[in-house]
């Protein structure tokens, strides 16, 4: 075949020669397409953003003044010689799986996703294609998620041991999507939910473009276990021990990621309680993801990529790693930059 | 099962001794004896006859799960544990069951005698049974190793409070060579003649490391003074005509060191002597360093060539039982005084020798002693009070170990490996280098001295500097230097790089060195020829 791919993968990330234009790019370029606004995917300098219109006001909000322009999922856009679209990808509130069709052939970057609704983000929604870009961030099958139900009740239960015992319930969680999808899990009944600053501005975001979230209290200065006994507080994690949080007084900690599946992390990082709940897919999720695209073509990146597309290769796919750069989604590396899986 | 399962995830999810203990207690006030047995025996590392073999359980894990066995395999090293790997890739399930934990054990037990497709049936009934913790527990039962955050200390104080009995004595209780299959409950804790045992050791009393020298340390009158030796510590028994050697760890040794049944000739029974197992050639004025020592470790039976090249005697340094007699509450004076009774009159040859106290008057003195202690091969200083009674397990105030300094080397990293249990998912192993020219030599593995915050960014480093992978091994851009600590050097033929380490472990990462200031070939080769 001497025609080029519709997508290529370059130093400065996924590449569309037809388009001219970059998928989540890590250095700095004229066009960027963004499939959503965490850290690792949106990053500061680009020329151009597109991104969803739910994306868009968290992406300013981190990133200041930007040239940027919103797309409404499922709507058609010519960027040069290629056909875009974006398509719920479930892994937070406007994040995008981004389609691009070239003379007939559909290339699917599907970013960070899952296939589960969490009640807050518009939900996956397969989209067919010839070729699938997929992450494997939980590409092993170890990893079973339970449903979404079963780990509130398992949380609400902590929170209420906390406030039986006097103390105070610290969860750490990323303050965009994960902090929002935790607060939308606790039975509102128990007690006050006090959110730190990065959580707490993150929600002004999304209440401002209309995404109905619980009530929340900033945790400010003023607001301690005092002025609101038996509170759950919502943090980044790195918050979690640090200076902030001994105003809560006696308390437990917990974490919330879907690497507390296993024993040894969650015995290192969990504190007291580790709960287990990924905004990614786990294995059953991303085997489903793919079947449903009907591509024959995967690219595997972010996470236990050799394993998952040797796996792929045995079941019939054509898969093949994508070259790096693109990995370093373990919990561990992942926290230093601020992202937790 | 699902008691158990509790009180593990209890004691597992918390870092705080508190909740442990209690836990723990009301674990043992409320679960039956032979539970309670069993449970005290899990948790110090005795288990049940492996039934199945690990191979077996990991085709079958495989098989339910419905992935290919290769699979299974990536996933086991991410993990860290097999157990917990075969309860995660089976699909999940969240059943409890409520049959008591020594029923599980039970059912191992017969399922041990029966044949491959019976114990196949049982094996996959019981995944289908239990959910979640049960699963992982039952997997445990069979692999072993049930390792939990459960000192055996910790353990010992629930006891103390669940049974309202005297936390040493059951330390002691705790000792040695029981097992929940010829044992009882009453038997084990609360039998009044609880030294029916003969092969019964005595908790070891462990020191602390004294960081910040002897000048601490008040009035140097109260103290005594010896060699650190460099060898194993053990405990030699002496009863009712027969003769115990017991490691720290609790291993029984006897047979290990033949050399020590001719005690009896030496020394009464009712004798029961702390001290370190040491090489030491007839004639010589001190031991032989620990190199020597090495090849005896880890054998069962000796060779007769070995007996002779490296022949064992116990240096004894206090005296846990004479006459019968626990002593263990008198002072430590008080038992040395006696202990140098017991050895006054042993001959040149035989298997124990007096391990002399050094004296002093200042710290000073102390610390010329420890200047030399290479030299004398031993490992630095022990100061002990002279008023101090026998304790059990590590106790701060009385016992001071005081180390000399590790010998150290700067090396290059060139493979890192990702860790187990506690350090899943995080590259904490790695392989070090020395340079030899243009080329890197690698020379010895640490896996220790980071922080956590350390192996996080050496793990995120580590996965942007991937040049090559060997399965779990990595191997990466030479470019970071650690300091390496050591606590010894000797010539190997079996490594690359000619030299073995021991105790090797990261003493810090050397951010403001570049690689080519780390140490070289000639450098480690030095060293060999100084302290080898």
Redesign the interface.
Known sequence: MSKQPVLTFTPEGIYCPAGDFFIDPWRRVDRALITHGHADHSRWGMGSYLATHEALPVMRHRLGEITAEGIAYGEQRQIGGALVSFHPAGHVPGSAQIRVEVAGEVWVASGDYKVIDDGLSTPFEPVRCHHFITESTFG?????W?PQE?VAAQINDWWKGCIAAGKTALLGAYSLGKAQRLMSMLDPDLGPVLCHTAVENTNAVMREQGIQLPDTVLANKDVTAKTHPGAMVIAPPSALGSAWSKKFGPQETGFASG?M????????R?????FIISDHADWDGLLWAIKQTEAENIYVTHG?T??FAR?LS?NGWNAQVVP??F??E????K??SGEVA | MKAFADLFTAI????KTTIKVNALAEYFNAADDIDKLWTVALFSGRRPKRAVTTTRLREWGAEV?G??LW??E??YP????LA??IA??L??N?TTDNRPLSQWINDLREVYKADEDDKKAFVLDAWARLGGTER?IFNKLITGGMRV?VSQKLMTRALARATDRDEAELAHRLMGNWHPDDTTWHALIEAEDASADASRPYPFYLAYALEDGPEGLEDPADWRAEWKWDGIRGQLILRGGEHFVWSRGEELMTDRFPELARAVDYLPHGTVLDGELLVWHAGEAQPASFNTLQPRIGRKTVPKKLLKNAPVVLHAYDLLEWQGEDIRHLPFAKRRETLEQACKDLPEDAPVKLSPQLPFKTPQDLHAYRDTAREANAEGLMLKRADSPYLAGRKKGDWWKWKLAPLTIDAVMIYAQAG???????FTDYTFAVRDGDALVPFTKAYSGLT?KE???I??WV??N?LQ?FGPVRQVTPHHVFEIAFEGIQASPRHKSGVALRFPRMLRWRHDKPMSEANTLDDLNEMLRIYG
């Open positions: 092993l099958p170890v990893f079973h339970q079963v690497w599946a296993m024993r040894g992390v969650r015995r290192r969990a504190g007291d309680r580790g236990y050799d394993i796996y045995e790096t750069q990995e370093g373990s919990l561990d590396a926290e230093d | 597992d999810q918390s870092t799960a992935i290919p699979l299974f990536e996933c991410v993990v860290g544990d917990e790997t995660l890739v699909p999940p969240q992982f955050g187990s249990g506690r350090r899943a998912n995080l956590d192996f996080r960014e793990t995120a996965r942007k991937t992978r």
